[in-house]
């Protein structure tokens, strides 16, 4: 008898069967599961459908050897074609995938010819016929809700931040949480409801914020140190809550108009409850108004401080009911008695003076802590106080005395106070005043006639002077000096005509040595402005022919250029019928000489002719 192989199935025993062949149709169970999931990975979303055939094999007991060989041998093609299937699954995969999508797969499959297929088709009969299987994916048939203390547990949350922030502690979640959460109640239909809980935490920050204040006990300098601390920290806290609740800020506010920004929210209870209260208001106001006065008297104060109290002020809408009335009452009484004192002890170049720098320090005090909103009102009432209420004792006591010393400077600031109060008519006629009585002085006290042209012209050149550099060569104080020349010019109407023409006649003089061609120039302009004033014009034109007469027959004139000039400017002020004789002399002069030269050529060439004559 020859040995068995070793691996065959002729030696195991009869009852074995069956297992093998149940663990064959197991492995290729197996096999075609391990199919189905490459397929589905590699079918870029679609759905394989396959049918699975399984034939399973019984054998009675009363087959023969070789049919159960076959068995076997059958049991082992199927293990071995079911171990090498993956294989193959995957060979097949990587070549689809190669193709590029040209070839799609078929919704239902049979099973792909292998071996363990070529087993099944030589078995028996007996086999059992395949059904197809269906693989379906399904939602929810009820949606998931929420816990029951989801509001709650968010709310708890938030509150928790809320409070460690008020309170100045550390926050025990991070900022992405708790904007998180935040999002998350919003987003499930919670933020109304979560909004009336943070309005009524700020309402209780609010309100203990109020307590820690009337507990206070300090002085009004330190009183107001800790009112900015807390200001400071309450808007500090403010922009760290909003940074948790800005999704709610971003949406449920935007779309409820009655709603406050998280922001405004804080603002509102503190200027409503905080700055509402009359003792915290009364302690405010009379801190800084006192600070103010320490200012004024010269002492040094921490603007800063009273900028960032001025500054919260505004921010709530408070400052003109809180601050600003009171601080314009208070500034005008000051200054009333300042200035009352002032000037009865001050001169007025030194009132002035103290005027300008008390007006530019309000309008420092302004651009420091006050702001722009009062800078009008301040600066009216000081002016009012200061400037107008004593005009005319300003004009009145001062100014002769700065005419008279040529003070220029202390002018022109005159007229830039007094401009400011529209109170420059009141120095325009004590300038017109000044002038009629000086250019009195001067026709009465001038001894010889000759100097009181030189005089009067030293008197139009200051006027002049402070015309310019003084008044701005304003219209009205020109017309006031004008009519001031012409007002003492004409008290004696003979007079003045007759010096204007002599000086003239001086300065045309051939001796004349006391300027120079252009002062001379110079000196004849002003000599037709005093004649612009004079009245009597037929006088000064009488007077100035004969004069003219004189120096053309005598050859006494300096130059007959300037002569000319002047004669010019004379018709440029009263026309060519007033010059018309005094062109006539020229022209008469003119003739002479030709006359004369011809005399001459005809001298020398008939000199017997004229020796008998």
Known sequence: MSPRPRGSLRALPRA???????????????????????????????????????????????????????????????????QQSPSSSSSSHSSSSSLGGKRQRQNVLHSPPSSSAS????????????????????????????????????????????RAIYSSEAVPQNLETLYRTTEQLCSHKFDARLYER?????????????????????????????????????CAQQKFIRSIFLYLDRTYILQNKEARSIWDLGLHYFGSIVLANDQIRARILRALLAVVALERDGSTIDRMLVRGLLQMLRVLDLYVEVFENEFLETSRAFYRRESLANIHVLDSAKYLEYCSRRLEEEKERVAVYLGDSSEKALVALTEQELIAIHADTIVGRGFDEMMGEGRVATLALMYSLLARVDRLQLLADRWRLYISSKGADIMKKSD????????????????????????????????????????????????????????VDRMLRSGNRSCTEGELDSVLADVIILFRFVKGKDIFQAFFRKDLAKRLLLGKSASIDTERVMIQKLKEECGPQFTSKFEGMFKDVDLSKELMHSFKNVRFSFPCYFMFV
Not at 218 to 224: H, I
């Open 16 to 82: 074995t069967l069956p297992v093998c062949v149940l663990i064959a149709v197991l492995s290729g169970a197996m096999a075609y599961a391990i199919n189905v999931v490459h397929d589905t990975q590699g079918g870029h979303g679609r759905t394989a459908r396959t049918t699975v055939t399984a034939s399973a094999s019984s054998s009675s007991s009363s087959s023969s050897s070789s049919s159960s060989s076959s068995s076997s041998s059958s049991s082992s093609a199927s293990l071995s074609s079911h």
């Open 119 to 162: 087993s099944s088709a030589s078995s028996p009969p007996s086999a059992m016929s395949s059904k197809p299987v269906k693989l379906q994916i399904k939602g929810f048939k009820s949606t998931p809700s929420l816990p029951q203390d989801f509001e709650q547990r968010g709310w708890d949350t938030l509150r928790s931040a809320v």
């Open 198 to 234: 943070l309005s009524a935490e700020c309402e209780a920050h609010a309100r203990a914020t109020l307590n820690s204040l009337l507990a206070s006990s300090e002085d009004d300098d330190s009183f107001l140190v800790c009112m900015k601390h807390t200001w400071d920290d309450y």
């Open 448 to 503: 010889a006639d000759s100097a009181l042209v030189s005089d009067v012209l030293a008197f139009k050149r200051m006027c002049d002077s402070v015309l310019q550099d003084s008044f701005g060569l304003n219209t009205d104080f020109k017309d006031a000096m004008n009519g001031a020349f012409e007002q003492f010019m004409n008290a004696q109407p003979t007079k003045p005509p007759e010096l204007l023409a002599k000086y």
